[in-house]
């Protein structure tokens, strides 16, 4: 079975600053793994998703993140915070091996960016 | 090019209510998934349909729960005898199915909130 850790259910930053969201997993076999963001009322938005290939992934907004197997880590990244940044961050995993394909998530990070 | 859509936006119900959440996936998504996300948790799996069929429902929290998905398109998730604790946020996602069986990337509709009083 998989699970995934969200170090710190709360994280405050001021804007221009470094955003860091912690993501920690643990999997038997190799992972797709994903950051999702939720605005309130809304959906779940896919950030970026790693597979295969390059451990280091861009996606939208300026995030980026880094997977790191020896540490089994995905931990999210924004150089420099903006207000819009702002919201809800999810980490989720897929066993690369399955059919179902079934995310499972982390309990969340709030993101809150002082002016 | 619509996204995924979930209908109703809110329900409220009173306790030992049925209750149907639909879901219309994006169009051509073969595989549609069902999650509960309740209130400063993450979304948690209900159940996985490749098609028609159930693939997994190994989320199903008890048999009060179940859903359906005729026509391989709009998927319709039943909870009969509601209680209080089924309070959450229904999210439904959709995906390709790419070759060999893997998963392409969920696209996650709006949720329907649900309110047992």
């Known amino acids: 079975a998989q699970s995934v850790t969200q170090l710190g259910s709360h994280v405050s930053v001021s804007e221009g600053a470094l955003v860091l969201l912690r993501c920690n997993y643990s999997s038997s076999v190799p992972p797709y793994l994903f950051w999702y963001v939720q605005y309130p009322n809304q959906g779940l938005q896919l950030l970026l998703k790693?597979?295969?290939?390059?451990?280091l992934v861009k996606g939208i907004n300026g995030f980026e993140a880094e997977f790191k197997k020896s540490e089994t880590s995905f931990h999210l990244t924004k150089p420099s915070a903006h207000m819009s940044d702002a919201a809800e961050y999810f980490c989720a995993v897929i066993l690369l091996n399955t059919n179902a394909g079934k995310s499972t998530f982390g309990d969340g990070t709030t993101l809150t960016v002082k002016p | 090019g619509a996204g995924v859509s979930q209908t109703p936006s809110n329900k409220v119900t009173e306790k030992g209510k049925y209750v149907e959440l639909r879901c219309d996936p994006i169009?051509?998504?073969?595989?549609l998934y069902w999650y509960r996300q309740s209130l400063g948790q993450g979304p948690e799996f209900l159940i996985y349909?490749?098609?028609?069929?159930?693939?997994?429902d190994s989320g199903l929290p008890n048999d009060r729960f179940f859903a359906v998905r005729p026509e391989g398109s709009v998927s319709t998730l039943k909870i009969q005898r509601t209680e209080r604790g089924d309070s959450a946020v229904y999210l439904c996602?959709?995906?390709?199915?790419?070759?060999?069986?893997?998963?392409?990337?969920?696209?996650f509709g709006p949720g329907t909130r649900l309110t047992v009083l």
């Open positions: 790693y597979t295969t290939g390059a451990t």
């Open positions: 169009s051509g998504h073969t595989a």
């Open positions: 996602a959709s995906s390709l199915k790419l070759a060999g069986g893997l998963t392409d990337t969920q696209y």
């Open positions: 349909f490749q098609g028609t069929g159930a693939a997994d």
